[in-house]
């Protein structure tokens, strides 16, 4: 039972593979308002459960922004219509939300106002496999792999490198289509499949339940096979790392950028302190999601390439990243590339 309600909370995961006008300062304002958040009565930070809500969590039961509102609060969202109606609530529209970078994309090229300020999570996307002699894409040719979100981010990054590689993803891998990565984790945990492709924290999830990490004294039943990150930079002579998941700004704090940038900082130091306590943050987002298990939680963000970037500063890497999935599936980022008014740049808020 657990299990099936897990895939509510982690089936988007590999789907991190699913314009307000903004008055800028008046000229001769005084130096105070532009550099001191205002005070609200409330904000709403908002995420999935995966790696790139901890620091969101961690914000809200430390306090770290108790000095620019009365109450801060964190909702998840656990489903793409969930995430449509934190979205576009016109009357109470959550603050900052976590979600896939292609999604924000796509929700602004569609009419949403909002503004991407960070990315935090660069690849989470994993091939597991029984056999420990497997390495690269090409090693799984002629097998069958299974594969959530059938033409979705998963697939299509799948794709994309497998094209890079030479290969024909077609005709050179037996993939087979699942739901959601709970689905491909439960074949695998009941030895109906041999090979995977899946999301942190669904890779832990499944090394514990198989009882798999490599500190069992037992030899490991699943192995972690291809860093599809690694293959990334491999394949396309780039950094090892996917622009996956981020954060932005929407409704009323568009229109304070000092609020803006008082989060950013907040959010890099919890971010920072779930990667140098990886232990104390998985008990802490276990204690909010009692289906993800603290061991499980500590083991994803040991090897969730989790850095913060401003979206200033990842917009090439973006750019790039948004022109390949163009290049396949223009619907994954709305049909176009996102205006340079969709990435958040201190100061020069429209």
Known sequence: MKLAFLGRYIGLLAAC??????GAAAPGAAAPAASTPARLPKLTLSGPFAAVSFPLIHMVDSGALRDVADTVEFVPWKDPDQLRVLALDRKQPADFVAMPSNVAANLYNRGVPLKLINVSTWGVLWLVSRDPKLKTLADFQGKEV???????????????????????????????????????????????????????????????????????????????????????GRLLRREARIPQAGIVAMGKVLAHPALIERFQKAYAASLRWCEQQPEACGALVARRIDLLTPEAVADSVRVDNAVFVTAADAQPELTYFFQLLYERQPGLIGGKLPAPDFYYHPHSAR
């Open 17 to 22: 593979m699913v314009s307000v006008s903004v």
């Open 146 to 232: 299974l594969m959530p979100f059938r033409a979705d981010m998963p697939d299509i990054v799948f794709q994309t490198l497998a094209a890079k590689a030479g290969l024909d993803p077609k005709k050179n891998f037996r993939l087979r289509y699942v739901g959601t990565p709970l689905d491909a984790m439960q074949l695998l945990i009941a030895r109906r499949a041999d090979h995977a492709l899946l999301a942190e924290p669904a890779v832990s999830m499944a090394l514990r339940k198989t009882k798999s990490f490599p500190v069992s004294l037992i030899a490991p039943d699943l192995y972690r096979s291809v860093d599809l990150q690694q293959e990334w």
